[in-house]
């Protein structure tokens, strides 16, 4: 069946476009095989009629790896068959040898993106284009599929804090699963919540704290305030002057907040590195 609709072979030269730009909208799985392979000759008749029989779920590309070695060391493939599902550009699953039918139909089963994997993709590129309501539709919609869908849950609560609706938003990651809320994303989103509660008068916190030197709940607040409206270093230089005046103050608010920072930031960001290096020698001084 190979050219029909659902099934196609792919060369070097036809490669970027056949998988990894198809895949941007549809995912395709890689066959990577050779005319001398009799398990890829086993497993090949199966995939070429799941590929049919999906009808459209998903596209099977055919490489042969002798024709194409360059393609079979680049995606690492030292047996085959070699099967690769490549989704958004990159490969996401995987298997090596010739399964029997059913346990091909269970890898797609489990591989495929679903009707909620699809939505969350619809709500990314709505958020991409600043469509906040759109993309919260979207969202919304995904966890109608799966009401545990992790990345749906965190873009909808991400949405709901774009839009100002924090309380709504909070309640959304609170329903987030112990994994799911320890991912970066989960963090950033939790710290923006923390911060977003900060008091807003930042001229009448720093006069506070000029006033009352001493006042390390105004310090705190401040450094907190600073950071809510994205002035992160002025924000930083607060919090660490109330881990260095009193680490314990209040269950050690100081350096937890540091640590919200870093959440909020995100790993790579470049004050992290200086301002974690600065809280250890506080901490360990």
């Known amino acids: 069946m190979v050219g029909s609709q659902w099934v196609g072979e792919v060369e070097g030269s036809t490669f970027e476009r056949e998988v990894v730009e198809r895949s941007r909208r549809v995912p395709v799985l890689v066959d990577f095989w050779a005319v001398w392979c009799g398990p890829c000759r086993t497993l090949g008749p199966i995939l070429e009629k799941l590929a049919n029989e999906m009808d459209g779920r998903f596209f099977l590309a055919k490489i042969d790896s002798d024709r194409e070695p360059e393609l079979a060391r680049r995606y690492e493939v030292r047996g085959i068959p070699a099967v690769k599902l490549f989704v958004d550009g990159k490969v996401v699953d995987e298997f090596t040898g010739a399964l029997p039918e059913s346990q091909v139909r269970r890898f797609l089963d489990q591989a495929l993106p679903g009707e909620a994997d699809k939505l969350v993709g619809a709500a990314r590129t709505a958020e991409a284009e600043a469509g906040w309501a759109q993309a919260l539709t979207f969202y919304q919609d995904a966890l109608t599929y799966d009401a545990e869908h992790g990345q749906a849950m965190l873009g909808m609560a991400r949405m709901l804090l774009t839009l100002g609706r924090a ?119």
Do not use: N
Not at 203 to 214: C, F, N, Q
């Open 167 to 285: 309380a709504e938003a909070e309640e959304v990651i609170s329903r987030l699963k112990p994994r799911d809320r320890e991912s970066v994303e989960a963090k950033a989103l939790i710290a923006r919540l923390a911060f977003g509660a900060a008091e807003a008068d930042l001229e009448g916190l720093a006069a506070r704290v000029a006033a009352h030197p001493d006042d390390i709940e105004a310090l705190l607040t401040l450094g907190e305030a600073l950071v809510a409206r994205e002035r992160y270093e002025e924000g930083l230089e607060r919090l660490l002057e109330v881990v260095r005046r009193d680490r314990a103050f209040r269950e050690e608010a100081g350096r937890k907040a540091v640590l919200r920072v870093f959440d909020l930031l995100g790993p790579g960001h470049p004050l992290i590195r200086q301002y974690r290096q600065r809280l250890s020698a506080l901490l360990f001084a």
